[in-house]
């Protein structure tokens, strides 16, 4: 059997992640923003260190905690969909 070359072959079709969408998830719920933009095992980390921060409120250290990983998850949302959009040539 003889196969033909095809005339051109297209590019795949590359979506930007939404760094405002991603910070905004994050904001709400933390780590939810790094699932969005496919980073899933850093999402789950953030989510189960804010439950942890949360449950380390009983011993005041959780008041210190809760904010640093709060504004962690959406930081890396933001910064995680900047760099993959940055490697994909979309600018964001």
Same mark, same amino acid.
């Given at each position: 059997?003889?196969?033909?070359? =095809?005339?051109? =072959?297209?590019?795949?079709?590359? =979506?930007?992640? %939404? ?6 998830? $994050? @904001? @709400? #719920?933390? !780590?939810? *923003? $790094?699932?969005?933009? !496919?980073?899933?095992? +850093? !999402? ?9 921060? +949360?449950? $380390? ?11 640093? #990983?709060?504004?962690? *998850? ?7 969909? =900047?760099? +993959? %959009?940055?490697?994909? !040539?979309?600018?964001?």
């Amino acid at each position: 059997m003889t196969e033909y070359p =095809q005339p051109y =072959q297209s590019a795949p079709i590359v =979506q930007p992640k %939404n760094t405002a969408l991603a910070t905004i998830a $994050s @904001f @709400f #719920v933390p !780590g939810l *923003g $790094s699932l969005i933009i !496919g980073r899933a095992g +850093w !999402g789950i980390a953030i989510l189960v260190a804010y439950v942890l921060a +949360w449950v $380390s409120m009983l011993a005041v250290v959780g008041l210190l905690l809760v904010p640093l #990983v709060w504004v962690w *998850g959406m930081l890396d949302a933001y910064l995680g969909a =900047q760099k +993959w %959009n940055r490697e994909h !040539g979309i600018v964001s």
